[in-house]
């Protein structure tokens, strides 16, 4: 079995450790991940900005990548959401293209989903005796469909205190290339998502999409909080060498 790891621009450019954590984890299951290296952007930020040859381009590139791979997993349900949902708008007009692009949907899984519904893992064995709220990001729960996949595992770490973030699912106003073109709403949208997670008094902020928690934390941070920020992935595996005693 070849599963692949697709990267995605903003954990490999920025967030490095969000797949290490992902392969780590994975490992101690027995998947030693894959890693194309003709991977490339998914095409969202050019789709969502109209200019739908390019995004072709890209999602052919992406195609090609992962052509021999049995399953691809990554750690951002609005890179997965973008293959499920909108490769198909385009390539409808091109049957052999449609027919791939199927193909990788079809193979395609945010990381939580892989390791619930495919690994049928909940619980990793991981320690993390903090206060954490969760913040569940657009596209991977209203259009990947992720929900109750990042919670079960959460409700599975030991010592953790799960709380709930007021109006949780209120967009954070990342939204890709909408944060630079409406900058302004965007702020505003971000400045009231991150009151709500200070209103938590969590300790830890997690999510599954690094867009969503880069800008969530950037505003933390700019109101001088010291919540931490973390990727789901991040969180598991930090658990689970604190678990083993190597924290």
Excluded at 6 to 18: H, K
Excluded at 80 to 87: A, R
């Amino acid at each position: 079995m070849k599963v692949s790891l697709f990267a995605t621009c903003l954990s490999d450019a920025f967030y490095p450790r969000v797949t290490e954590a992902m392969a780590r984890l994975l490992a101690r299951y027995g998947i030693r991940l894959d890693f194309p290296s003709a991977q490339t952007c998914c095409g969202q930020p050019a789709f969502n900005s109209g200019y739908w040859d390019e995004a072709k381009g890209a999602a052919l590139q992406l195609i090609d990548a992962f052509a021999d791979s049995d399953f691809v997993i990554a750690p951002s349900g609005s890179c997965i959401g973008m293959i499920h949902h909108h490769y198909p708008s385009l390539f409808k007009d091109d049957p052999a293209g449609l027919a791939k692009a199927r193909a990788l949907a079809e193979k395609s899984y945010e990381f939580t989903q892989f390791l619930v519904n495919v690994l049928d893992v909940k619980d990793v064995g991981a320690k993390f005796p903090h206060r954490v709220t969760y913040h569940p990001s657009c596209h991977g729960a209203r259009l990947l469909g992720v929900k109750d996949e990042p919670l079960e595992l959460l409700q599975h770490v030991h010592g953790l205190e799960l709380l709930p973030l007021p109006f949780a699912e209120d967009c954070c106003g990342f939204g890709g290339t909408f944060s630079i073109k409406l900058s302004e709403v965007s702020a505003a949208m971000v400045t009231e998502k991150a009151e709500h997670v200070i209103d938590t008094q969590a300790e830890v902020l997690v999510g599954l999409d690094m867009g969503c928690l880069m800008n969530i934390g950037g505003r933390l941070r700019h109101q001088g909080t010291s919540i931490r920020v973390m990727h789901l992935a991040e969180l598991l595996y930090e658990g689970v060498c604190r678990a083993d005693g190597r924290i």
